[in-house]
Each structure stands twice: as structure tokens, then as C-alpha cells.
């Protein structure tokens, strides 16, 4: 049970990799009219994780959204996001983003066949989220100014204008973000006692929570408690207080004013959970802990939701079912990731100088 990933001949019928539309059709806001617009997201694979386990004293999976078509979890969304703007007749998809987003709804424009713009804010983007934005090919707007800045400039401009807004205040991208929950639930067979995830505009927590209800009602499984991680430098929602400048290395989660405040709020407190917030330097360390004991490399702000999970763990019980979601490829932002590489002073190329430098 290490590696638990539906496989796609069962639940599509197809060899190729099927999308979460043709997955789950039947909870989504599609029809048979509905253009689907897929790129083979979702069915990421839930890793029993071992090390993890052992250091918090529960059984803890990880559910990678890293390996999704853009490297994200906004791949579900935007599949549903973008294919009821195709049916509506949309030609142009707006966003804001802190990277992910653009990146995604750049690629799901691109098999669209219709354009896209988005706006950034500026210098405050990892470099491998804005190639990603580059090479789909769409119209970057980089702004003076933070991701909340960004989401009211949005806001303002979907107003009248002809632009299909796929941030995640279109209820499109909630719905299809929360099939990340029944995966989880079909893969397991129940569903996990604590879900841990990072919180940034906080659409994600509202899709899961929403997704494990959901199933809750229909298979009569539980429902975790929701436990959401801010950065230390953007904890709105932990602080109950907007943050007017929002800083942090996790640049997915630097956000000071989350759309989706309200529903988050309730989900963890419907779900009798917990917001928790982490340092920067914890967040590094998780990351590269991660990597290096169980061989999953995520985004700083991936990070966060395990540091948050190392936070909490005097408060879990022994055999306490626990999934972390880390959200985003950590490719995506290199920089981060080498912060502390040294440069590689290169040895002679003879055997015996490369056996010398290993030296294990
Ligand atoms: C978007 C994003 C988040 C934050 O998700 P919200 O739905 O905005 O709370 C966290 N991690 C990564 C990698 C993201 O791209």
C-alpha cells in the first residue's frame, strides 16, 4: 500500500491518462454540451511516506499535486474552470496569480485555443512559474504591487468586460480542486483522520473540505479535521487580521487578504481543525528534509503544510490517519531550492580523482 493510484484503464476506459472530468464527471458542473478541456490532470499518486510517519508517530500520506500537467493542484480546477468558460463562449481567460495559476490557466488556454492574461506581481513570481506563463504563450502584466493587488484589478476588470476570471473565486476551479478529496477517500478506502494542507487565498481548503463532505453524505465515511498552514510573514487568517504586506519565501502562500477567508474559516471550525503558521526557515527545512528522506521535492509553500505537520504533532494520537497535501513541483522555483548549493569546484576526470571526492 506505498503507492496508491487508480489505474486509468478502470477508471476511464482508456489507455491514456484520464482527466478529473471524465473521473468525476457526475459531482461536477458539466454536461454532455460542456467542451471538455483536459490536459490528463488529477489521479496523483497518495505515497504512504514511512520517515514521516516515524517522526511525527502516526501514519501520515502524502498526496503529490507536484506531478500534475503544470506541476500544480490548479490543474483540476482550471480543467472545469476552463472548459464551462469554452462553453459560455469565452475567448479570453484573466488571472491573478502568485505563479501556479498563471501557469495553469496559460497551458489549459493553450489547448483551448483561446488567449490569456495575467497579471503578477512583479519580481515575486519563481522563475520557473513565470516560463511556464512565457511559453503557453500568454500576455504577462507584471504589477507594482502585491497578489492582492493583482486579485482587485482583476475583480475590477471581470466587471463588464469579456474576460473569464479563473481565479479561484470562479466556483468552477472550488469544484474541480475538490476531487483531490475523493481521490484520497477512493484510494484509502476512508477518509483520513487530520488533512494538513498550506493556506494562502484559501481556495483549496474550501474545495477539500467541500469534497469530503461530499463524500461524507454519500458513502456516510468521516470527515477530517482541516488543519490549514500560513507562512509566518502571511497569516491573515491566523492572525484574524488582514497583513497589508505579505512576506515570505513560500510566494504561493504570500497573500495577506485570502479570497476565500469566510469558507476557510469555516471549514476549520465546522471540521474542529486548526490554522498554523511556520517560519521561513522552517518551511526550508521541510522541503529539503523531504526530499532527502522520502524523495519528494515540493515548492517552498509544499513545504509549509509539512512543517506545520512537524508544528502539531504532540497533539496526535498514535494510529491517527493523517494526509499532507504538498501542492506544487519543486522544479518550479530552483532558486529557492539551491539557496545553500555551493559551487562545484571540479575534480580531475581520472577514476581515481572522482572516487577520491566521493568519499562515502
Ligand atoms: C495556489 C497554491 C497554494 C495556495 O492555495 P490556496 O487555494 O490559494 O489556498 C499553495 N501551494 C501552491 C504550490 C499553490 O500553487
Redesign the pocket.
Given at each position: 500500500m506505498s503507492i496508491l493510484q487508480a489505474n486509468p484503464r478502470e477508471s476511464g476506459g482508456s489507455a491514456s491518462r484520464t482527466g478529473i472530468i471524465e473521473r468525476y464527471r457526475k459531482y461536477l458542473p458539466v454536461t454532455d454540451a460542456t467542451p471538455v478541456v483536459s490536459l490528463g490532470e488529477g489521479n496523483t499518486p497518495l505515497l504512504f511516506s514511512p520517515r514521516l510517519s516515524e517522526r511525527v508517530g502516526a501514519e501520515v500520506w502524502i498526496k503529490n499535486e507536484g506531478v500534475n500537467p503544470t506541476g500544480?493542484f490548479?490543474d483540476r480546477g482550471m480543467t472545469v474552470a476552463v472548459s464551462k468558460a469554452v462553453e459560455r463562449g469565452a475567448h479570453t481567460l484573466l488571472c491573478a496569480s502568485?505563479g501556479?495559476?498563471s501557469a495553469s490557466a496559460a497551458a489549459y488556454a493553450a489547448r483551448a485555443g483561446i488567449r490569456c492574461a495575467v497579471i503578477l506581481p512583479a519580481g515575486k513570481i519563481a522563475r520557473g512559474k513565470l516560463a511556464q506563463a512565457f511559453i503557453y504563450g500568454a500576455k504577462i502584466i507584471a504589477i507594482d504591487g502585491n497578489f492582492d493587488d493583482a486579485l482587485r484589478i482583476v475583480r475590477e476588470l471581470g466587471e463588464g468586460n469579456e474576460f473569464a476570471i479563473v481565479n479561484?473565486i470562479n466556483p468552477d476551479r472550488i469544484a474541480g480542486q475538490k476531487t483531490a478529496a475523493f481521490e484520497i477517500v477512493d484510494l484509502l478506502g476512508f477518509a483520513p483522520d487530520i488533512h494538513v494542507l498550506?493556506?494562502?487565498?484559501?481556495?483549496?481548503?474550501t474545495a477539500y473540505w467541500a469534497g469530503y463532505r461530499e463524500f461524507a453524505n454519500e458513502r456516510s465515511t468521516s470527515s477530517p479535521r482541516m488543519i490549514g498552514v500560513q507562512a509566518a510573514g502571511a497569516a491573515p487568517i491566523y492572525h484574524d487580521k488582514v497583513v497589508e504586506n505579505p512576506e515570505t519565501i513560500a510566494t504561493?502562500?504570500r497573500i495577506g487578504n485570502p479570497a476565500s477567508w469566510k469558507q476557510a474559516r469555516a471549514a476549520i471550525d465546522e471540521s474542529r481543525g486548526a490554522v498554523e503558521i511556520v517560519t521561513d526557515a522552517e518551511i526550508l527545512d521541510a522541503q529539503k528534509w523531504l526530499a532527502a528522506n522520502e524523495g519528494i521535492f515540493v515548492?517552498p509553500?509544499?513545504a509549509a503544510a509539512i512543517a506545520g505537520l512537524w508544528k502539531r504533532m504532540e497533539t496526535f494520537e498514535a494510529g491517527t490517519r493523517i494526509v499532507c497535501t504538498v501542492?506544487?513541483h519543486g522544479l518550479k522555483d530552483s532558486e529557492a531550492a539551491t539557496r545553500d548549493m555551493k559551487e562545484f569546484a571540479p575534480v580531475a576526470a581520472t577514476t581515481s580523482d572522482v572516487l577520491r571526492k566521493i568519499d562515502m
Amino acid at each position: 500500500m506505498s503507492i496508491l493510484q487508480a489505474n486509468p484503464r478502470e477508471s476511464g476506459g482508456s489507455a491514456s491518462r484520464t482527466g478529473i472530468i471524465e473521473r468525476y464527471r457526475k459531482y461536477l458542473p458539466v454536461t454532455d454540451a460542456t467542451p471538455v478541456v483536459s490536459l490528463g490532470e488529477g489521479n496523483t499518486p497518495l505515497l504512504f511516506s514511512p520517515r514521516l510517519s516515524e517522526r511525527v508517530g502516526a501514519e501520515v500520506w502524502i498526496k503529490n499535486e507536484g506531478v500534475n500537467p503544470t506541476g500544480s493542484f490548479k490543474d483540476r480546477g482550471m480543467t472545469v474552470a476552463v472548459s464551462k468558460a469554452v462553453e459560455r463562449g469565452a475567448h479570453t481567460l484573466l488571472c491573478a496569480s502568485t505563479g501556479n495559476t498563471s501557469a495553469s490557466a496559460a497551458a489549459y488556454a493553450a489547448r483551448a485555443g483561446i488567449r490569456c492574461a495575467v497579471i503578477l506581481p512583479a519580481g515575486k513570481i519563481a522563475r520557473g512559474k513565470l516560463a511556464q506563463a512565457f511559453i503557453y504563450g500568454a500576455k504577462i502584466i507584471a504589477i507594482d504591487g502585491n497578489f492582492d493587488d493583482a486579485l482587485r484589478i482583476v475583480r475590477e476588470l471581470g466587471e463588464g468586460n469579456e474576460f473569464a476570471i479563473v481565479n479561484s473565486i470562479n466556483p468552477d476551479r472550488i469544484a474541480g480542486q475538490k476531487t483531490a478529496a475523493f481521490e484520497i477517500v477512493d484510494l484509502l478506502g476512508f477518509a483520513p483522520d487530520i488533512h494538513v494542507l498550506p493556506l494562502g487565498n484559501a481556495g483549496n481548503i474550501t474545495a477539500y473540505w467541500a469534497g469530503y463532505r461530499e463524500f461524507a453524505n454519500e458513502r456516510s465515511t468521516s470527515s477530517p479535521r482541516m488543519i490549514g498552514v500560513q507562512a509566518a510573514g502571511a497569516a491573515p487568517i491566523y492572525h484574524d487580521k488582514v497583513v497589508e504586506n505579505p512576506e515570505t519565501i513560500a510566494t504561493a502562500i504570500r497573500i495577506g487578504n485570502p479570497a476565500s477567508w469566510k469558507q476557510a474559516r469555516a471549514a476549520i471550525d465546522e471540521s474542529r481543525g486548526a490554522v498554523e503558521i511556520v517560519t521561513d526557515a522552517e518551511i526550508l527545512d521541510a522541503q529539503k528534509w523531504l526530499a532527502a528522506n522520502e524523495g519528494i521535492f515540493v515548492e517552498p509553500a509544499s513545504a509549509a503544510a509539512i512543517a506545520g505537520l512537524w508544528k502539531r504533532m504532540e497533539t496526535f494520537e498514535a494510529g491517527t490517519r493523517i494526509v499532507c497535501t504538498v501542492t506544487g513541483h519543486g522544479l518550479k522555483d530552483s532558486e529557492a531550492a539551491t539557496r545553500d548549493m555551493k559551487e562545484f569546484a571540479p575534480v580531475a576526470a581520472t577514476t581515481s580523482d572522482v572516487l577520491r571526492k566521493i568519499d562515502m
